[in-house]
């Protein structure tokens, strides 16, 4: 897992508009995946569960890093032939 980018985090209330600052604490704490941790320690989860939630995390994250690959391979500039494979 990734390590949290703020140890301790402040929100400011501005305004007195508490919803805003708990919209902006919701999107921070979503962000650093706590709720899905906690989410996932409420009850226990199985040998298996945990085996299957794993494999489908690593799946997901080998997709997400090879989509990005070929998003920036396509949005590169200065390249010889524009569109590859399209002529």
């Known amino acids: 897992m990734r390590h949290a980018k703020f140890i301790a985090r402040t929100v400011l209330v501005q305004n007195n508009n508490v919803e805003e600052a708990c919209r902006v604490l ?28 794993i494999n489908f ?8 890093e090879d989509m990005n690959r070929k998003i920036q391979f396509v949005l590169r500039k ?5 569109f590859p494979g399209c002529n």
């Open 26 to 53: 919701n999107r921070i704490l979503g962000k650093e995946e706590i709720f899905d941790q906690y989410r996932r320690t409420r009850f226990y989860e199985k040998p298996f569960q945990t085996r299957r939630r």
């Open 78 to 82: 200065n390249r010889v032939e524009p």
């Open 57 to 64: 995390e690593r799946c997901k994250s080998i997709y997400n």
